[in-house]
């Protein structure tokens, strides 16, 4: 016998109703009465949804207002002095929003308090709200909501497994604040927590808990593995059965910890990591249960079913009654119901399965298992065995020109002419740009006006005609105000652009669109990954037009502006019947002809965004050797189409690079803009490791804050920039683009830029 669970459902709904709930009511439209109305019938329905697709056990703890990590905070207390208030009081909903979003100052009590730092959430595009410990952190039951939803759960007939983030996953996603201590120090005073909380659960009639720990498929350091197990022994007399939940990887060296854990159950990741199923098989101990990830939680393609069947077969043989499956993480990562799409041909759709089909999967699977004769699993294997052949088949994925184009390439087509010498001797020849170059990162102000004269042509309301002329009115003013400030290059301003990502994949042959496929990213954003369905390429030049138009209002230099392979692909949903590897070369062939197009209209830099590069970095460092080679390949492959004399531009916009600076310079883009301002320049130790080689522009100010930089603060960060690169390899621009900006502070920033740049050429040269 096999069991249909769950890990998680999205919380977002399948019309985004929490999102549209959350921004009604920070409006002051929708009191919050009216806002946890939304949240229980959004539980509701989701629970629902899980049971009639034949999901047994349904999760519970998978809600959250805003983001999980933050629930678990409050759950815990662990609630920073800055948003107490009166300090010492129980936390409010009002609490969550502000640790969420900052206070917004008007108040008495947090007034201006800033929101808790976000950062993504394992290798996901889900971000989480980071516990900050401090030293004399204590631990107390501060929330209520587990427990209640529990309740609202069972009141409704739900047989339900609350899902809890383990406790050393939930340190380790910690940060300490304040002096030095290591936060591994406060696990004893966490337990005792964590075993009050299991009391309770147990009290309200809770057999099983989920409780996550997937640190377990990172490299873990010794102290922190050797704590597992002490956390575990003392947490086992808790009177509830426990089922531990690792994900998004294989467990490696951790294995036989995982495995022998006092509790009574483990889940792992059959997705990400077949490989380690028959290791666990042998390894597991006779009286645990084994709950193997076989439907992928974090893609939208539909199930092999028959291939999932096979391995759970051959499982249930060993474990009989142990045996459960489920998808391999929490749905959180996909989109929710597939039967909303209304626009998808019937080919594409049979595909596809999101949140509600990837748990009717899970069912079907435990029922292959319990009745493998039952006519419904006959019906969908045999549906599952269709979708496969006419996938493996279809000449909309296998476009043998592609292919062969992928096949062809040689190692000298990832190599520019030149090395990066003798190339900016030429650049700077032809482009004669003053000492600490001027520019911005490509994107301006996305206008209302903007944004509704796209809209109106995308539902046909606006001539192409009409269209291209208020885009072109845009450039004019983009161009008219870079040349009054007296920017050195610049850009088109990227109006026409609803989306990095999304405004290539609509013009690449391959890619298709959801209208609903939304997945949560943090708080109440969502975002609408493209999908990848077949081999990719570039029909027509996607941005000659613009940049060819913007270049003729000026004699300055004008920057085209491109997105990178790996953050195309990074930031879709990719294919899982070929490596990603294979899918970013062809992303690279399609821009590198785009950057030759560029070359061939007069345009002289080319600036490749790669803000998902580092992004892309596998949770294990044994595995980052091999992507940082290709992810450097493919980005050099767009890039060597040019001539020496064009000037190739990257732009990625975070600071951690230590671990990654090697690879930056491999990528040998003939200048970089990075962010480093939030960082006060930090990002810079990474230079004193390493003598990054070509051209950099230090991001000298935040763009995430409408506060305009002082002419001074930027003289300052530049100031100390060159003392570790020298000063005629520096450019001067903002951290990342402009597009989230108004005007009006945009215009007050860059002028106090440009006279950071005239100082630093009268002092520093
Ligand atoms: N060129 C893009 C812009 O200016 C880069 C965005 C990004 O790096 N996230 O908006
Ligand atoms: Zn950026």
């Known amino acids: 016998m096999a069991l249909a669970h769950n890990l998680g459902f999205p919380r977002i709904g399948a019309d985004r109703e929490l999102k549209k709930a ?6 002051g439209e929708l009191d919050e009465a009216g806002l946890r ?48 208030r009166p300090e010492g009081a129980k936390p409010t909903l009002q609490t969550l929003f502000d640790m969420a979003r900052g206070a917004n100052g008007t108040d008495d009590c947090c007034g201006g308090a800033h929101a808790q730092e976000m950062t993504k959430w394992f290798d996901t595009n889900y971000h989480y709200l980071v516990p900050e410990f401090s030293a004399d952190q204590q631990f107390a039951l501060s929330w209520e909501q587990l427990f209640e939803e529990v309740d609202e759960a069972h009141a409704l007939g739900h047989a339900v497994k ?46 099983w808990v989920q409780i996550d720990e997937p640190i377990l498929v990172l490299d873990l350091p010794q102290d922190w593995k050797n704590a597992y197990e002490r956390a575990y022994n003392i947490l086992q007399r808790a009177p509830l059965k426990k089922l531990i ?19 009574d159950g483990l889940h792992i990741d059959l ?26 939680g974090r893609n939208i393609w539909a199930c092999d079913l028959e291939k999932a069947a096979d391995v759970l077969r051959h499982a249930a043989e060993r474990l009989g009654e142990r045996l459960w499956v489920a998808p391999s993480c929490s749905l959180l990562h996909s989109p929710v119901d597939l039967a909303r799409e209304d626009k998808l041909d019937a080919e594409l759709q049979s595909w596809l399965a999101f949140a509600v089909q990837k748990c009717q999967e899970v069912a079907v699977l435990a029922k292959a298992v319990n009745q493998p004769e039952a006519p419904d699993v006959l019906a969908a294997l045999a549906r599952s065995r ?44 032809g482009l004669n740009l003053p000492a600490f170059p001027t520019t911005t990162i490509g994107s301006f102000p996305q206008t209302s006006a903007i944004r509704l004269a796209r809209q109106a042509f995308k539902q046909g309301k606006l001539t192409l005609g009409d269209y291209t002329e208020a885009m072109h009115s845009e450039i004019r003013h983009a161009v008219k105000i870079q040349q009054d400030l ?91 019947d070929v490596s990603r590897e294979v899918q970013a070369r062809q992303l690279a062939l399609a821009i590198r002809d785009e950057v030759v197009d560029l070359e061939a209209a007069g345009i002289r830099i080319v600036q490749i965004d790669e803000a998902a590069f580092r992004e892309g970095l596998p949770l294990r460092r044994s595995a980052w050797p091999a992507y940082l080679e290709w992810a450097t390949e493919a980005f050099r492959l767009c890039a060597s189409g040019v001539r020496d004399e064009t000037q190739i531009h990257t732009h990625m916009c975070y600071s951690e690079f230590n671990d990654v600076i090697e690879s930056i310079a491999a990528m040998d883009a003939d200048v970089i803009t990075i962010e480093t301002s939030r960082s006060d320049m930090e990002l810079l130790e990474a230079f004193e490791k390493f003598d ?12 995430h804050s409408p506060r305009v930089p002082s002419k001074d603060d930027m003289v300052k960060l530049l100031t100390k920039a060159a003392q570790r690169i020298p000063a005629e390899r520096l450019w001067v621009n903002p951290d990342c683009g402009l597009k989230t900006r108004a005007w009006p502070e945009t215009e007050a920033a860059l002028v106090n830029m440009v006279a950071a740049a005239r100082t630093l050429r009268a002092t520093l040269l």
Request: net charge neutral.
């Open 22 to 27: 959350l921004e009604a009511f920070w409006k």
């Open 37 to 84: 109305q939304v949240g229980r019938e959004l539980r509701a329905s989701h629970w629902q949804a899980q049971k009639d697709a034949g999901i047994e056990l349904l999760p519970v703890g998978d809600f959250a207002w805003y983001d999980q990590v933050l629930t678990h905070s409050l759950t815990f207390g662990v609630v920073p002095q800055r948003f107490q």
């Open 162 to 207: 609350p899902v809890i983030i383990g406790p050393l996953t939930y340190l380790w996603l910690g940060k300490s604040k304040g002096a030095g201590f290591d936060k591994l120090e406060l696990l004893d005073r966490l337990l005792a927590l964590y075993d009050e909380i299991f009391n309770r659960l147990a009290t309200q009639g809770v057999e």
């Open 245 to 263: 939940a690792t994900y998004f990887g294989g467990l490696e060296e951790n294995l036989g910890l995982a495995a022998n854990l006092p509790v």
């Open 271 to 296: 997705v990400r990591a077949p490989e380690q199923y028959p290791t666990i098989l042998d390894r597991l101990p006779a009286y645990k249960v084994l709950s193997l990830g076989l439907v992928n």
């Open 386 to 429: 269709a979708v496969q052949a006419s996938r493996a088949a279809s000449p909309r994925i296998h476009k043998p020109a592609v292919q062969a184009r992928v096949a062809a390439i040689k190692p000298a087509d990832s190599q520019r002419n030149s090395a990066f010498a003798q190339r900016i001797a030429k650049q700077r020849a």
């Open 486 to 576: 007296g920017l050195d290059v610049l850009v088109h301003g990227e109006a026409e652009r609803n989306d990095m990502v999304e405004y290539f994949a609509e013009q690449l042959d391959g890619y298709a669109f959801t209208r609903f496929g939304w997945v949560q990213s943090y708080g109440s954003r969502c975002v609408k990954p493209a999908l990848i369905v077949g081999d990719l390429s570039r029909p027509n030049a996607m941005t000659v037009e613009w940049i060819r138009y913007a270049q003729g209002l000026t004699d300055k230099v004008m920057k085209g502006m491109l997105t990178g392979p790996v953050t195309m692909l990074m930031w879709s949903f990719a294919r899982e």
């Open 692 to 703: 990054y080689p070509n051209e950099i522009g230090p991001g000298v100010y935040d763009i």
